[in-house]
């Protein structure tokens, strides 16, 4: 879970009862939060390795590793967050070729920086990706930005491009 603006901007779904019937399916799957997944698989049980935190006061950094989540690859995330921007890195390495997506859940009403077209077939049939419709998809070859406006300001994620990357 992420903060900006006084509110939160990145949210985390957070626990569920296990009896609701979108536990297993959404919330306990890595797409339902703001995580780097692997070939569509969620993480398997881990816990990662904070190799960094700092706390200045108007800024803060936090950096952490994990090389359990997904046989072969070594995560690394590193956020900064001051006053007026929120830095998140996220890289793998692996041992092998791996498809990787990124997935950011953020508050406040979505602008894409890039045109998009309809696509009507959902991303994948589980590990959560069955839960997205009604999507819209664009290249991410060139750098690429998207914005969400809320009542207490602007969020905007930014992006280098990288051939073959989609966004939906």
């Not at 950011?104 to 602008?111: D, L």
Request: glycine share 8%; with cysteine; hydrophobic share 40%.
């Amino acid at each position: 879970t992420l903060y900006a603006l006084g509110q939160e901007i990145a949210p985390d779904p957070g626990c569920l009862a296990y009896a609701a019937a979108l536990h297993g399916s959404w919330y306990r799957q890595t797409l339902a939060h703001n995580a780097l997944l692997v070939d569509q698989k969620s993480q398997q049980p881990t816990t990662g390795k904070l190799e960094l935190f700092a706390d200045w006061g108007e800024a803060a950094l936090a950096a952490a590793t994990c090389d359990t989540a997904y046989p072969g690859v070594k995560l690394a995330r590193t956020v900064v967050l001051t006053p007026t921007y929120l830095l998140d890195l996220h890289s793998a390495a692996a041992d092998q070729p791996h498809t990787y997506d990124f997935v950011w859940h953020s508050v406040g009403q979505m602008t894409p920086g890039v045109p998009t077209t309809p696509r009507a077939e959902p991303l994948g049939k589980d590990s959560g990706y069955q839960h997205f419709t009604d999507l819209q998809t664009a290249s991410g070859t060139q750098d690429w930005s998207v914005a969400f406006a809320t009542d207490k300001g602007k969020v905007r994620l930014v992006q280098a491009g990288a051939a073959g990357t989609e966004l939906f």
